[in-house]
């Protein structure tokens, strides 16, 4: 869908950059054509099924926190202890002490680690669990479409300025939530450290973020 959308997206551009300020005849061509705007992410964000899915993430975030526990209560005692050790050393001295340094340097290290073996963890299931809405979101969109005669339909991200008539983000949103509420959210473990393969998926990501 996302796709679909950019293609369409892009092809209302060019028409309207091909087009001359001069040429009113050109720009009466598409004169009567039916567009909309559509949101993707709030079609998703305020639909009954994603509020639960956004529940049950929070209620993991949670779950997680609490099972690192015992990981980070060490990590902050030694965090507290390093802190006052600095803390009562002269600057001079303290540029001296590799030591302390190299200790803040280890400690920061595992909390980004435990950090990011969270977000991957809440990252793969929010994935998972959004899969199928995914699915619904297209079937809504395109039920809209044929219901609302619309010919273009442009993501709510590519437009500076619209009006409630054209969005149909609403009218999307009330079509996913007449075919679901709620959806199956099961934690996705993952590796302490990232696999080949999520990297490679995340390189993938960050490629195409950046087109």
Same mark, same amino acid.
């Given at each position: 869908m996302k796709t679909l959308l950019t293609t369409l997206s892009l092809a209302l551009f060019s028409a309207m950059a091909a087009q001359s300020p001069a040429s009113a005849q050109e720009a009466t061509a598409?004169?009567?054509?039916? +567009? $909309? +705007? =559509?949101? *993707?992410? %709030?079609?998703?964000?305020?639909?009954? +099924?994603?509020?639960? =899915? $956004?529940? *049950?993430?929070?209620?993991?975030?949670?779950?997680?926190?609490? #099972?690192?526990? $015992?990981? &980070? $209560?060490? %990590? /902050?005692? !030694?965090? *507290? !202890? %390093?802190?006052?050790? =600095?803390?009562?050393?002269?600057? #001079?001295?303290? /540029?001296?002490?590799?030591? %302390?340094?190299? /200790?803040? *340097?280890?400690?920061?290290?595992? &909390?980004?680690?435990l950090a990011q073996w969270k977000q991957r963890q809440m990252a793969a299931t929010r994935e998972q669990a959004l899969a199928p809405i995914y699915k619904a979101y297209e079937a809504a969109v395109n039920t809209v479409i044929k219901e609302k005669g619309i010919q273009i339909l442009i993501p709510g991200e590519a437009t500076l300025y619209r009006t409630g008539t054209v969005d149909v983000t609403q009218a999307v949103i009330d079509k996913i939530d007449a075919a679901m509420t709620t959806t199956p959210v099961n934690r996705v473990r993952v590796p302490r450290k990232p696999t080949q393969e999520e990297l490679q998926r995340a390189q993938a990501q960050a490629q195409a973020r950046g087109r």
């Amino acid at each position: 869908m996302k796709t679909l959308l950019t293609t369409l997206s892009l092809a209302l551009f060019s028409a309207m950059a091909a087009q001359s300020p001069a040429s009113a005849q050109e720009a009466t061509a598409i004169t009567g054509t039916k +567009v $909309a +705007v =559509i949101s *993707q992410e %709030l079609s998703l964000a305020k639909s009954k +099924v994603g509020a639960y =899915i $956004a529940d *049950q993430l929070l209620a993991l975030d949670k779950t997680i926190d609490s #099972e690192f526990e $015992a990981e &980070l $209560a060490p %990590l /902050r005692t !030694q965090a *507290q !202890q %390093l802190n006052a050790e =600095i803390t009562a050393l002269s600057p #001079e001295t303290l /540029r001296t002490r590799t030591d %302390l340094q190299r /200790r803040g *340097q280890e400690i920061r290290t595992k &909390l980004s680690e435990l950090a990011q073996w969270k977000q991957r963890q809440m990252a793969a299931t929010r994935e998972q669990a959004l899969a199928p809405i995914y699915k619904a979101y297209e079937a809504a969109v395109n039920t809209v479409i044929k219901e609302k005669g619309i010919q273009i339909l442009i993501p709510g991200e590519a437009t500076l300025y619209r009006t409630g008539t054209v969005d149909v983000t609403q009218a999307v949103i009330d079509k996913i939530d007449a075919a679901m509420t709620t959806t199956p959210v099961n934690r996705v473990r993952v590796p302490r450290k990232p696999t080949q393969e999520e990297l490679q998926r995340a390189q993938a990501q960050a490629q195409a973020r950046g087109r």
